[in-house]
Every structure is written in structure tokens, then in C-alpha cells.
């Protein structure tokens, strides 16, 4: 394609797609967030910048339109790269100002990139393949996004509405010519449920543990995808579902999903209160769990990403020293929000190596990729596990061969089951809820057994409204808070004066605020604590809207 045939590309751009708000976009923790109706534009070069880089890394890229745990009417995009993970870093820059650009520069923008990248093939006829989730502006963004694809001569194939873990799945799967499994939503069924009754047998039920969960969908597509797999899954796990309203009810989200549950540490609404029952909340894209229960006295307790990622890493430690290969890595990654406890736990106690990154899981899949077997998690409950592909070549060839002991070829072959049942492509809510389960049933664990394994530390997360959250910068995977002047020091003097005191303020990449998390011995000190700290953002970073309120 000739640059003087880009004339489709700018008619569509001022005719049906121009630019007409200010506001500056910038392509945040997980891509671009905002209302739905200053999206178009956004939406369209999106659908342009995803044809250059398919064809820049000569593979299929993925579009997904979801705004996730953000109320309904917010709507967004990210852009997934070959393997499966976030868009690269240094293309974040680009996808920025592909949206900021004003329409008479559209032109030129595009022209850099192509000289920047040196894309000569601008006549091939790559894939991007297009996800949505089910807020209701999401069908027409998703227009814009194939209007986008189609103006520079690619082919967009779209899915309709998915998971956002189901995507990245479809990418990967279609960029590795299937060797990772069928690129449609029943191969991703299909390779997640065989593999889960594989493991599980005929034996559904074991010691404490029940195959029955109380399972909130948010009412989003983390409600529609599974009913699916509640049919293919039968007996072997019974999934109680709620909060399955239809698109457009204007509930998703709403007093319920992971990010509710877990923010507010707040039983959903509409799932019914039974003590001590099993439940689970996915979040508005399905890339987010987190686990929990009532107990006698109508108090909730927490299994978030923190106690999964420990459940899990424990359990494939285990196995991978049963697999008698001793070179292979294990690690785990957190980010800044994990619980000191869980941190310590999982050092002292599980003797596994912890590295804390920043948040957005393109900082922990990064790092997970260090390791033969890098299990990560945010505390949001947004994480999965990556294997390398030479652990990968190690256990098949210890399954194959006859000269090793029975029980090392077992636990190999137990791993590469438990791999099958992992989306490795990026956390995914349906496929970690499979594996907690499996989990559970070997372990013949109830809820509170898992519970059991350390105690949290109370905590408490609060969002602060400023100005322009930019203000505040950070340092030390988000531990550190650098700007404005001042501010780290009086975070430090606050936290000295409580009992196991730890707290840190970082700008959300995906709402307007600043997010602060504090912890301490108790809920009272943990509470207070977070407050005085919200309080100190709100004076010196420019807080706008009703001060926190500080208890006495
Ligand atoms: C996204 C990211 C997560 C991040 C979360 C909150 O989740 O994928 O890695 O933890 O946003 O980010 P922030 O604190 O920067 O707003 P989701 O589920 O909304 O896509």
C-alpha cells in the first residue's frame, strides 16, 4: 500500500471517526480508559496502530474492548501483543499519541511509525482479531476498531463478545499455528475442561472438600462464558451461578465482582449469604478472581490474589521436586498492594523466591518469564503461570522415558495436565478458578483450611480524587512516592507510629485517582492509617471533591 493510498484511511478518520474532544488520553495500566463516548476516535486508530503492528512483528494482534472492573458506562481498549502479552512498552508511547493527535495529523503520525519500524509490507493482509465485552457501547466501538483495520487493508476477524483472558488465548493460539489449541471459544472449553476432569477423576468429591461453588459473574461476560462451561463440566464441578443479569441492565459491576469484594472487602449483592459456603467473583472482563466466604456471624473472609498465588505456588513446588528435575526455577511475583504476610509466608515458609514489580501484569508476566515456573498475582486477584518451554521439554521427556522412577514420571506428567488447564497467555478467572479447585479437591481442603495456611494482615485500600493524578510519581515498583516534594517523608513519619504500619500511594492507570493502601497490626490501625495517609495526598497532591475523613 502505497502512502499516497492512505486517502480511505483519513476520509473515514474526518468523516466518521474525528477527534472532537480535548481531553488527553494516555495508554495506561491496561490501555485506554475513559467514558465510552470519547472513544471512537481512540477506538478507530487503535484499529489502525493494531494493523502496523501485525505487520511490523509479521503476526496476528488482538483488540479487546473492555473498560473491566469500571462501571458500565466507561468503556476501553487494549491491545494484545503475539505471545499474548500486553502491548510493548515502547509502542505504549505510540498507541498515546495515535489518540492524542489532532485529525490533520493523523497522516504524518502514521507515517512515522512506518519509518520508525521501517514497515515496508504494507500490503499484506494481516489479522487483528477483535474481542468485546458486554457493555452495551461496546458493538459500535468495535466497529470503529474494524473500520480502523480495515482502512489500512487488514482483515479483522471478530469474535464477538468474549473473556478478555479468551483473546489473548485466540492470539496466541493462531500465532503458534495451533499448537496451543484450536483459536474458538470451544477449543478454549474444550482444552480447559478435558483437562480439568483429567485430573480429577471420578472422585468429585474428597475429604473436606465439596465440588459445589457460589459463583458471581459481576453481570458481565464472566457470567455468560460460564455458563458454557458449567454444561461441559457436569457433576465434576457444580457451579452456582448469580448475578448473570442481562447486557445492558446497567448492574455490571454493581456491588459486586472481584474488584467490589475485594476494594471493599464486601460480600456481593445477589449471591445468597450461606456460612462457610465457597464462593467466587470474577470481575467485568473475567481476568480477575477472588475467592471468599461468611463465617457464623456473617463475617467475610478474603482468598485473594495473594492466597492463590501461595496455594498455587505451593502446590507446584511440590510437584516439581517430585519430578526429581532439580535444575528447573520456581518464583513468585507480587506487586506493592500483596499482603506482608503473604509475602513472608511464602519466603520463610515456602522457601520460594518473591519479586515485587509495579502493578499491570505486563510488570509481573514479565518477570514470571524469568523463572521455569514463574507463578504471579495481583492482590486484585489478576495473575496466572507461566512455564518454560524448556520445563516444558524436560517433563515429556521424563514421561517418555522408562529409566526414571514411576512417581518423578507422574509428577510430570501431573504438571503437564496442570499447564493444559493454565491459560499462561495472561490471568484468567475461569481457568484460575479450575485450577484453585483442583487444588482444593487434591489437598481435601475446605475454605477455611486454606485460610488457615497465615494470617493477613489487616489493610485497606482508599482512592483519593486530585487534580491530575501525574503529580504523584513513584519509584521502587510503586513503593517509593517521589513527587509532590515532601510527601514520602510524611507517609514514613505516619506509618512509624503503628505496629506492623506499612503504606504507599501510586496514580491508578486506569481511573482518574490516586490509590492508597495501607496495613497494621489491626483493622482499627490499618483503617486510620489509610486515612491519614489519603488525607496528606489530598492536602499536597491537590485533592479535589470532599476530604477523606480521618477517625479520631
Ligand atoms: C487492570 C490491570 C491490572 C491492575 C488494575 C488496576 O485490571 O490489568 O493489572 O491491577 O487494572 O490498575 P490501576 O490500579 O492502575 O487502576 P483490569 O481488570 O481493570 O483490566
Redesign the pocket.
Known amino acids: 500500500m502505497a502512502n499516497s493510498s492512505y486517502r480511505t484511511v483519513y476520509a473515514f478518520a474526518r468523516e466518521m471517526y474525528p477527534k472532537r474532544i480535548k481531553l488527553e488520553m494516555q495508554y ?3 490501555g485506554f480508559r475513559s467514558k465510552a463516548s470519547n472513544l471512537d476516535h481512540v477506538m478507530y486508530r487503535m484499529g489502525l496502530l493494531a494493523v502496523l503492528r501485525a505487520r511490523y512483528k509479521k503476526a496476528v494482534i488482538g483488540v479487546m474492548i473492555t473498560a ?2 469500571n462501571p458500565e458506562p466507561d468503556n476501553g481498549v487494549k491491545v494484545v501483543d503475539p505471545q499474548g502479552e500486553m502491548l510493548e512498552q515502547s509502542w505504549e508511547a505510540w498507541a498515546t499519541k495515535f489518540a492524542n493527535v489532532v485529525d490533520e495529523k493523523l497522516e504524518d503520525t502514521i507515517n512515522e511509525l512506518i519509518k520508525e519500524f521501517d514497515i515496508g509490507n504494507m500490503g499484506d493482509r494481516v489479522e487483528v482479531v477483535i474481542g468485546r465485552d458486554t457493555r452495551p457501547s461496546s458493538p459500535h466501538l468495535t466497529k470503529a476498531v474494524m473500520d480502523g483495520v480495515l482502512a489500512l487493508a487488514g482483515k479483522p476477524i471478530d469474535y464477538g463478545i468474549v473473556t478478555t483472558p479468551q483473546l489473548h488465548y485466540f492470539v496466541v493460539c493462531k500465532n503458534t499455528n495451533r499448537r496451543y489449541g484450536q483459536p474458538t471459544e470451544e477449543g478454549y472449553y474444550r482444552k480447559l475442561t478435558n483437562a480439568f476432569k483429567k485430573i480429577r477423576g471420578n472422585n468429585y468429591t474428597c475429604g473436606k472438600y465439596t465440588n459445589k461453588v457460589l459463583y458471581d459473574g459481576a453481570n458481565g461476560v464472566g457470567a455468560k462464558k460460564v455458563k458454557y462451561l458449567k454444561e461441559a463440566l457436569g457433576e465434576s464441578l457444580i457451579i452456582d451461578m448469580y448475578n448473570d443479569e442481562i447486557i445492558g441492565s446497567g448492574k455490571l459491576n454493581y456491588l459486586c465482582g472481584a474488584d467490589h469484594v475485594k476494594t471493599h472487602q464486601d460480600f456481593p449483592v445477589g449471591v445468597p449469604r450461606i456460612p462457610n459456603a465457597r464462593c467466587c467473583s470474577v ?1 467485568g ?1 473475567a ?2 478472581i477472588v475467592y471468599y466466604y461468611l463465617d457464623d456471624k456473617e463475617n467475610i473472609h478474603l482468598l485473594d490474589g495473594d492466597r492463590i498465588a501461595t496455594l498455587i505456588a505451593d502446590y507446584l513446588r511440590e510437584h516439581l521436586t517430585a519430578t526429581g528435575i532439580s535444575e528447573l526455577t520456581i518464583g513468585l511475583v507480587q506487586t506493592a498492594y500483596a499482603n506482608g504476610a503473604s509475602t513472608e509466608y511464602i519466603t520463610n515458609h515456602l522457601n520460594i523466591p518473591v519479586a515485587c514489580v509495579s ?3 505486563k510488570h509481573l508476566h514479565h518477570q514470571a518469564l524469568t523463572y521455569d515456573v514463574g507463578v504471579y498475582f ?1 492482590a ?1 486477584g ?1 495473575g496466572t503461570v507461566v512455564f518454560s518451554n524448556y520445563a516444558k521439554d524436560r517433563m515429556k521427556d521424563r514421561v517418555k522415558n522408562e529409566s526414571f522412577p514411576i512417581q518423578q514420571r507422574e509428577a510430570c506428567e501431573k504438571l503437564l495436565s496442570l499447564i493444559d488447564l493454565i491459560n499462561e497467555t495472561v490471568g484468567d478467572a475461569i481457568s484460575d478458578m479450575l485450577l484453585i479447585e483442583t487444588i482444593l479437591h487434591a489437598r481435601e481442603w475446605d475454605i477455611t483450611d486454606w485460610e488457615a495456611c497465615y494470617k493477613d494482615l489487616p489493610n485497606r485500600l482508599m482512592k483519593v480524587s486530585v487534580k491530575d493524578r501525574n503529580v504523584i510519581t513513584t519509584t521502587d515498583a510503586e513503593r517509593i512516592c517521589q513527587t509532590p516534594d515532601g510527601l514520602q517523608d510524611e507517609i514514613d513519619s505516619l506509618v512509624s507510629r503503628y505496629n506492623k504500619g506499612r503504606s504507599f500511594v501510586r496514580p ?4 482518574d485517582v490516586v ?1 492508597v493502601y495501607a496495613e497494621a497490626k489491626s483493622q482499627e490501625e490499618a483503617n486510620k492509617l489509610a486515612a491519614e495517609v489519603a488525607m496528606k495526598v489530598y492536602e499536597m497532591a491537590g485533592g479535589v471533591g470532599t476530604a477523606p475523613e480521618v477517625p479520631a
Open positions: 495506561g495500566t491496561a473491566s472492573h470481575d472482563d481476568d480477575r502493578t499491570g501484569i495481583e486484585n489478576h491508578s492507570g486506569t481511573e490509590r
